[in-house]
């Protein structure tokens, strides 16, 4: 098994973050991760996005250049990442906020209303998570469980509510095929 | 024969590379003499400058190190906050300090480190041979000003004692002269503490010693203490500038 | 042995050093290294050590050097803009011997480059990089578990040998979190046998004073001093040098490369093995000593050698030397603070077999196309190679 995941959006969306808990995740299943962000002056204010690998064996590259896995969160990140999808990959779009259709053929596409199902949730914030949950539901590169459980580790300080709320988003993710 | 005086303890016996009449042999003593009264000997580390005072290494007998142009300060402070026991103090002249080395030794005084510095002034590069220092009088001349200092050209002198004292940090700030018997022993008062404040872990302390350079101001030492008088001390002023210690002694 | 965590980069770097009992640390913000000092500024006081936001490079590598005389076990860390002002210090340290750790996160350069991770920096970290006749032993990571447990390798290495070490890592390894663990349990700098050398200690009552100092004035006594320095030197290259072989018994083709390229390395070989070609690596892990005895034996018999650097070829200057013309050696390169992509690796692996140019880097057939012009790169972002 080998995942590499490239996840892309505003800063303040949570993708990094959405990354760190994905390899978290990895990590708890007991198999081999990395995580690697985009950082410097491109961090400020404009789009963020990182790279998740998760593998059974050993991370060579941690720099995902071509993803198997695209979660596109804003506008700007689908032409950047779009073509960049290994043929037969998937990419997720977060429909609520990216308006374009992708173009590609050759790979699953997913339109995920991701801040409208977090809102019914309870929660603005669990856009991410809804596209993480879409991703482990889709791949089974990764467990709801394993997620959940990474989540403790990732929100130190989280309340259990809030916690359960998290769950909640990943599970309605899940749900989309 | 009955000596009335002695060679300090902390001084190594074994004579210095210094020219006839330069300042530096006399700030030596005073700061051996310092250590002595002091008994701080066994903890004391000397950082040694680049510039005439670059084997001052050698002449005191503590721990030494030796390090980069302007850098005293920098190693000072590792040092200090590595072994907060020690007492450590950086001397540098006024290229080293004033120029090459002036963010370090403003940095360090505004960290308030709690270290000693003993600054040699005497407006010249004497190691290199005669060039124009920070502190190099206006009119002055020098190897690289050979017509003398023209502020048009190289902008006036930097008074390091008064710039440093505008910080918050620092504790105790003086400028002495050592051109006189009066002056030398209140010198030695300054210095000592300087270097009583660190043993009572005061903060930051600097004396700023006027200095004569024979050799590369290119008169005998008679003619050059004169003008340390004159000319120097008009554009350096003596005085206590900061002293914020809570020891009293050495006043 | 700890539990597998995640972890980034520089913070393992950070608190593997911690766990060496590094209690010494003076830094200056600069990119992408920040989270070293950052973590130092609150670790190093709940471990009861120091730490200093210095008010430049050359301030910070100078606080090394003091308190490194001190005999405790201390760090700077920078990227390569940084690292160049630090070697007036460097130098310093090196001809007073002592030992320290310097961390070198590289970026692109050269000026102010990017701040992507690069590679540019092997010559200056392998060659000395400041002043006078000098080595550094340099360890090249290329995991965040190696981030994290090679300084405690470096500390030891420098202290047998007094002199400083530096760990040689780049943007990527200091930025990305992996999986790691802590190989060792936490050194207690007390536990630690006191340097016999160093200043600022309770000097006992008739022992003689310590002096730190890189100079050597009277006549002869310089060579003396440098002499005495080549004979450790000899000795490290004999016995210090770290690498790790993969797929090297049938290998046809050898990849030599170090650190993250090592890593595109490692998965272009695995494209490369799946078409059938018999390629292995050959990954330096000290920089200096370079593994050269063990490439000169390889280099007989493999047909060739490829190195991907992303420079414009550094680590490949010392394959050649260990190779001496025996086989050839190719380089891709990656230059312009680009992460290599395996694809491509892969693509060189086998042009380097069959002849071809595609993927190698070529002054030659550079020489023929290039054009002196006004002589200014163009200075437009380009699309190619992996977005980092």
């Known amino acids: 098994m080998y995942q590499g995941v490239r996840i892309s959006g505003f800063g303040g969306q949570g993708v990094v973050s959405a990354g760190v808990l994905l390899a978290q995740a990895g990590l708890v299943e007991g198999k081999a991760v990395s995580w690697y962000p985009s950082y410097g002056p491109e961090m400020r204010g404009g789009t963020a996005n990182c790279s998740v690998v998760i593998t059974d064996t050993e991370v060579a590259t941690p720099v995902v250049a071509l993803p198997d896995t695209a979660i596109i969160m804003n506008e700007p990140s689908l032409p950047k990442f779009e073509p960049l999808v290994k043929k037969g990959g998937l990419l997720i779009i977060n429909s609520s906020l990216v308006k374009t259709k992708a173009t590609r053929t050759d790979i699953k596409v997913v339109y995920v209303p991701c801040s409208e199902i977090a809102e019914k949730v309870g929660s603005l914030k669990t856009a991410n998570l809804v596209a993480l949950g879409t991703f482990a539901g889709l791949t089974g590169a990764i467990s709801i469980d394993a997620i959940a459980s990474a989540m403790k580790k990732v929100f130190k300080r989280a309340k259990p509510e809030a916690l359960a709320l998290n769950r909640k988003a990943l599970e309605e993710g899940a749900k989309i095929k | 024969m009955n000596p009335i005086t002695h060679k300090p303890k902390s001084l190594v016996d074994i004579s210095t590379h210094y020219c006839p009449g330069c300042g530096h042999s006399v700030v030596h003593r005073l700061i051996g003499e310092v250590i002595d009264e002091l008994g701080i000997q066994n903890r004391t580390v000397i950082v040694a400058p680049v510039g005439c005072a670059v084997f001052a290494d050698k002449y005191f007998d503590c721990d030494s190190i030796q390090g ?50 003993i600054f040699i002034n005497n407006a010249i590069y004497g190691m290199t041979g005669g060039q124009m220092a920070p502190t190099t009088l206006v009119g002055q001349p020098a190897t690289t000003c050979p017509k003398g200092r023209n502020p048009d050209l190289q902008g006036y002198p930097i008074n390091v004692s008064e710039m440093l004292s505008q910080l918050k940090s620092p504790k105790y700030i003086e400028r002495v002269s050592v051109d006189s018997a009066p002056n030398v022993i209140k010198a030695k008062k300054a210095i000592k503490k300087a270097f009583q404040n660190q043993v009572d872990n005061v903060g930051f302390s600097f004396v700023e010693v006027l200095s004569i350079c024979p050799t590369n101001w290119g008169v005998e030492p008679i003619k050059a203490l004169d003008f340390l008088r004159e000319k120097m001390m008009p554009q350096y002023p003596l005085g206590v500038f900061k002293d914020e210690g809570k020891t009293q ?3 | 042995m700890s539990e597998k965590v995640l972890m980034k980069g520089n913070e393992a770097l950070a608190e593997g050093a911690i766990r060496a009992g590094c209690r010494f640390f003076a830094g200056y913000p600069i990119t992408p290294q920040n989270e070293v000092p950052e973590y130092m500024s609150w670790r190093q006081e709940e471990v009861g050590g120091a730490f200093v936001q210095a008010e430049s490079e050359i301030a910070a590598v100078n606080m090394l050097y003091g308190a490194a005389a001190t005999g405790t076990r201390s760090m700077t860390s920078s990227s390569s803009p940084g690292i160049s002002l630090k070697q007036e210090g460097i130098s310093y340290l090196a001809g007073a011997d002592m030992p320290c750790l310097i961390a070198n996160i590289m970026r692109g350069g050269p000026g102010l480059g990017n701040i992507a991770g690069a590679q540019g920096d092997y010559i200056q970290a392998t060659r000395g990089g400041g002043n006078g006749d000098y080595r550094l032993i340099v360890l090249a990571p290329f995991s965040v578990h190696e981030l994290a447990n090679f300084p405690k390798k470096a500390f030891e290495l420098a202290e047998k040998y007094r002199m400083p070490a530096m760990i040689l890592a780049d943007g990527i390894l200091g930025q ?3 999986g790691m663990s802590f190989d060792f349990d936490p050194v207690e700098p007390a536990a630690l046998k006191p340097a016999c050398w160093s200043i600022g200690g309770a000097r006992a009552e008739g022992k003689k004073r310590n002096m730190v100092y890189s100079y050597a004035l009277g006549e002869g006594e310089l060579e003396k001093m440098v002499l005495k320095r080549a004979d450790k030197y000899a000795l490290i290259e004999r016995d210090e040098v770290i690498y790790e072989e993969r797929f090297t018994e049938d290998a046809e083709i050898l990849v030599v490369a170090y650190g993250i390229s090592a890593r595109a390395s490692i998965e272009a070989i695995n494209i490369a093995r799946k078409k059938g070609i018999k390629v292995g690596l050959l990954r330096p892990i000290t920089l200096w000593p370079f593994p050269t005895k063990r490439i000169k034996e390889l280099s007989s018999k493999v047909k060739c050698i490829l190195c991907p650097e992303m420079s414009l070829g550094q680590m490949i200057v010392d394959v050649k030397l260990a190779v001496d013309g025996k086989v050839p050696v190719y380089l891709h390169a990656r230059p312009g603070a680009f992460f290599p992509v395996a694809e491509d690796i892969a693509v060189a692996i086998e042009s380097a077999l069959t002849g071809k140019k595609e993927q190698l880097f070529d002054l030659e057939s550079l020489a023929d196309k290039a054009t ?5 790169p163009e200075n437009k972002p380009s699309k190619e190679g992996a977005l980092l």
């Open chain 2, 68 to 117: 980069p142009h302007g850098r005293g300060p920098a190693i000072a402070t590792g040092i200090k906050r590595a072994k907060p026991d020690s007492i450590v103090f950086s001397y540098q002249g006024d290229g080293d300090l004033a120029s090459i080395g002036m963010a370090e030794i403003i940095h360090a005084a505004a960290r308030g480190e709690k270290i000693t510095v």
């Open chain 2, 249 to 251: 002694e050495g006043k």
């Open chain 3, 176 to 178: 990305m979190m992996e």
């Open chain 3, 372 to 376: 002196l012009g006004c002589h200014q």
